[in-house]
């Protein structure tokens, strides 16, 4: 009550939005990934709210294909735009370089499974600091056991300040399964790591001219070659066009973009 704008994000609630938010209240909405059903799938029950939906903030190509296809018009969807902090973050002291370092959910789309096996089939690899919690730790702490990793992979477990973690690391681990929009990436780009990260979803946007080196997904062998060729100096990313890239992430900019278009979503309805 007493709203200027709603915005719902993710499908569960910008559908549910789309019904209950009184008509004349500006309405946006936002996903991060493609629109994925628990079971089978409503597509057209959600296009029935589409029309109700004045602007969609799309953060990769596959939400852009489903805004689309559930009949959101195409004028209003936009490219949605995620903040990432840590900017400004100084290494942490006692690091060891070189190293590698992975910081996500410990989730199967976030492929820090394939991280491990990449390790496993390098010739020496460096230390690897992975941050993150999540439901496949036992399996990672398995696998680093059957493959005599222990000396070389460390779960670090969650951290609140990644940045420190990750800023003067010789590179950035991502291979991810699906990632619409990477801010791990993006904040070590940010704070000049070059990235390696995979062909999935908006990632070789990301990641595209130079920014970073791209492997195909769920390719153990691929990673461990880029993670091997960056360590060597057999392959440079462009680290000052991946830095200035960033820049358009950081929080205030990001606070700017969005606070301007609410304010010409509640002026169009006013007029």
Not at 106 to 135: F, N, R, T
């Amino acid at each position: 009550a007493g709203a200027d704008l709603v915005h719902a994000h993710m499908l569960g609630a910008w559908w549910a939005a789309g019904r209950a938010v009184a008509p004349g209240m500006p309405l946006a909405a936002s996903e991060h990934n493609d629109l994925v059903w628990p079971g089978e799938p409503q597509w057209a029950a959600v296009a029935d709210v589409a029309d109700r939906i004045d602007r969609f903030y799309a953060h990769g190509p596959g939400a852009r294909a489903g805004a689309l296809r559930v009949g959101v018009r195409e004028d209003r969807v936009a490219r949605g735009v995620s903040p990432v902090e840590g900017f400004g973050a100084a290494e942490r002291p006692g690091l060891p370089s070189p190293r590698i370092v992975f910081t996500g959910r410990l989730a199967s789309d976030k492929g820090a499974d394939v991280l491990v096996e990449a390790v496993a089939q390098m010739a020496a690899p460096p230390p690897v600091l992975v941050l993150g919690a999540g439901v496949l730790e036992p399996v990672l702490r398995t696998r680093i056991a059957e493959a005599g990793l222990e000396g070389v992979v460390r779960l670090c477990g969650w951290v609140a300040d990644p940045g420190s973690w990750v800023a003067g690391a010789t590179v950035q681990a991502c291979p991810s399964r699906d990632e619409a929009f990477s801010q791990a990436a993006v904040l070590a780009m940010a704070l000049g790591v070059p990235v390696v990260g995979t062909r999935v979803d908006g990632f070789p946007e990301t990641l595209a001219d130079g920014r970073g080196l791209i492997v195909e997904p769920d390719d153990p062998a691929a990673l461990a070659a880029a993670l091997e060729d960056v360590l060597r100096g057999r392959r440079a990313t462009d680290v000052a066009g991946a830095r200035a890239w960033a820049q358009e992430f950081g929080i205030e900019r990001v606070a700017a973009l969005y606070e301007r278009d609410y304010l010409e979503l509640c002026r169009a309805v006013v007029s």
